[in-house]
Each structure stands twice: as structure tokens, then as C-alpha cells.
């Protein structure tokens, strides 16, 4: 919203050297402007969407995947993670991520670890069922 307020600002001042407006119109402009861009918290907000990002796992799935398990086998399950780092092939980093129209943002992030291609590690501590 400010920014469409500067705009009209800028706008306006362009106006007034170009056609030489009188120097009252000028500072009825920018005093309307300052006035509105001060009292905006009462002016109404863009609509905005739930947002989801990432890999959405149930608790379900979790509980499903055990160490020892293969890659293809954690795949099934888990499907493919969302980050696949290639300094780090041996690492998958489940991410999730949720942003409500109003209220507070969720992350989630699940890592599995593997040696030669079989699950020695599942790192849960930040895990949280969306």
C-alpha cells in the first residue's frame, strides 16, 4: 500500500513541474498522501492465500521407515525428498513449510541419512506433523 501511495506521490510532482500546477494543489497532495500513508493500518489489506511449500509426511509414513531400509524402499514411502543436494547425495531433507493467511508460520524438517545406499540415520527432532 505504501508503495502505490509514493507512486501517486511521484506522480503528482512530476505533474506539478510539467504543467506548472499552483503550489496550494502541490501541498494538498502530499499532505493527503502523508496523511494516508500515516493512518494505513485502517486501511484494508490484499487478500492473501493459506501457502503450503514442501513435503507434506504423516506421522504414518514416519513410523513406516526403519533403519536398514533401502533407498528405493524409504522412496515408496516417503516419496522424493525436497531437497537433493549433490555435495550431500547421501542425505535426503524432508521440508515443509506452512504460512496461514493470519497466524504463525510451521516448519517441519525431516533428514534421513545413508551409507551405501541403506537408512543409517533418521533425524526427527524438528519433525512436526503438519
Keep these: 500500500m505504501n508503495m502505490i501511495?509514493?507512486?501517486t506521490?511521484?506522480?503528482l510532482i512530476s505533474r506539478f513541474f510539467s504543467q506548472r500546477a499552483t503550489l496550494?494543489?502541490?501541498i494538498s497532495a502530499v499532505s493527503c498522501t502523508l496523511l494516508l500513508t500515516a493512518c494505513s493500518d485502517w486501511l484494508p489489506t490484499a487478500?492473501?492465500?493459506d501457502l503450503?511449500?514442501?513435503n507434506n509426511i504423516r506421522l504414518e509414513q514416519l513410523e513406516k521407515v526403519k533403519?536398514?531400509?533401502?533407498k528405493n524402499e524409504v522412496r515408496q514411502i516417503m516419496g522424493l525428498p525436497m531437497i537433493s543436494d549433490p555435495f550431500h547425495n547421501q542425505r535426503w531433507d524432508y521440508i515443509y513449510r506452512y504460512l496461514p493467511k493470519s497466524g504463525f508460520e510451521r516448519k517441519s524438517l525431516l533428514t534421513l541419512e545413508f551409507e551405501n545406499n541403506v537408512l543409517?540415520?533418521?533425524d526427527d527432532s524438528e519433525f512436526i506433523e503438519p
Excluded: D, P
Excluded at 67 to 70: A, D, L, R
Design 24 to 26: 496550494r494543489t502541490l
Design 5 to 7: 501511495l509514493r507512486t
Design 52 to 54: 503450503e511449500q514442501g
Design 9 to 11: 506521490l511521484i506522480w
Design 120 to 122: 543409517i540415520k533418521i
Design 67 to 70: 533403519t536398514g531400509m533401502s
Design 47 to 49: 487478500h492473501r492465500l
